[in-house]
């Protein structure tokens, strides 16, 4: 432990580790008790993803309540994107806080007619695991270094290339 000149405790590079040991531990354990697994969120963005594409939206929202008053024209403009090609995570963050978890996770989409950045954001808690926020960035790509683990702050948005012929077909 070191103490500063006036007498205040500095936390020390051990401590650090620690403290983000015990928080890891802790999300891992919330994450767990609540059914929210990363295979669970993964499997809740796919179907919703799914769902999106098919312009199946009454399934949507049978689970999710959105934030848009016009929801359905909203979701149109994504299905004129087209066919979902691939989506990939691009970033995740993860925040707990008396009992809920919040898992923020960002996908690059790739479509027939462009790219999007979509935004899920999970609420886990005492009631299950459920997507509370939905957004997406047509024309867009998330960029993250590979130090982007260390400060997620690194990733960027940008414009996405433009799709060729030979994406559009493939499947």
């Avoid at 891992?28 to 963005?45: E, F, M, N, Q």
């Avoid at 312009?55 to 689970?63: A, P, S, T, V």
């Avoid at 149109?76 to 707990?96: C, D, F, N, P, Y």
């Amino acid at each position: 432990m070191r103490v500063s000149s006036a007498g205040i405790r500095l936390a020390t590079i051990g401590d650090m580790r620690h403290l983000l040991g015990v928080t890891l531990i802790a999300s891992a354990l919330t994450l767990s008790a609540c059914g929210g697994t990363p295979a669970d969120i993964r499997a809740r963005i796919k179907t919703f993803q799914d769902h999106a594409t098919a312009g199946r939206l009454d399934e949507i929202l049978r689970e999710y309540t959105p934030g848009q008053s016009d929801f359905d024209k909203y979701m149109q403009r994504r299905r004129e994107l087209g066919r979902m090609i691939h989506s990939s995570e691009a970033k995740t963050e993860t925040v707990t806080w008396n009992g809920v978890t919040l898992v923020t996770v960002h996908h690059n989409t790739e479509f027939e007619r462009g790219h999007a950045v979509e935004m899920f954001q999970v609420r886990i808690d005492g009631s299950g695991t459920r997507i509370t926020t939905f957004n997406y960035n047509a024309g867009k790509k998330m960029w993250c270094p590979m130090l982007s683990l260390l400060a997620s702050s690194q990733c960027s948005i940008e414009d996405a290339p433009k799709p060729t012929p030979a994406a559009s077909r493939s499947s």
